[in-house]
């Protein structure tokens, strides 16, 4: 249950975050969480293929979640318009 809040934390965190630095791409408070989330799971994915590795704490899948979460957002503006 503890890894489900955390994981829900950071996904609310990053989503934040990707809404604040795509600016007017945000989806409300719920839809972050979710691109959060999601986008955690993407930057998880796509950083080690890449070869870009931040460090294992908090802040380093804050970081990674926050990069996801600015991907699909960007996405997602193609499919909105």
Known sequence: MDGLLYMV???AIAGWLG?????GGGFGII???IVGILGG???GWLMPL???SFSSGVLGQIITST?????LIFL????KK
């Open 50 to 52: 890449l070869g870009v």
């Open 41 to 43: 799971v993407l930057g």
């Open 67 to 71: 990069i996801g979460a600015v991907l």
């Open 76 to 79: 997602a503006g193609f499919i």
């Open 31 to 33: 839809g972050n969480i």
């Open 19 to 23: 809404g604040q630095i795509m600016k």
């Open 9 to 11: 934390l950071i996904g």
